[in-house]
């Protein structure tokens, strides 16, 4: 995608903003922003997955407690 788009630059109360035009328009609610050189990247923000998120958990190190789990009596039929 080189597209390019002339786009106007606006203030947002104290921050500098600008509107995306539709062909540009990314997915989701949330984006990245960071600086490569003299440009800005804008780029969307991924769903993470549960994988993701069990990797960053610090492992447990104390016990778990018992828990009853008594095996359920089979269903009778009438």
Avoid: W
């Amino acid at each position: 995608m080189n597209e390019v788009r002339h786009v106007k630059l606006f203030r947002n109360g104290r921050n500098q903003a600008v509107r995306i035009p539709v062909e540009f328009e990314l997915p989701g609610h949330e984006a990245l922003m960071h600086r490569d050189g003299d440009r800005l990247v804008i780029e969307p923000a991924r769903k993470r997955g549960l994988s993701a998120l069990l990797a960053e958990l610090e492992p447990v190190d104390e016990a778990l407690p018992d828990i009853a789990d008594p095996v359920p009596l089979p269903e009778q039929t009438l």
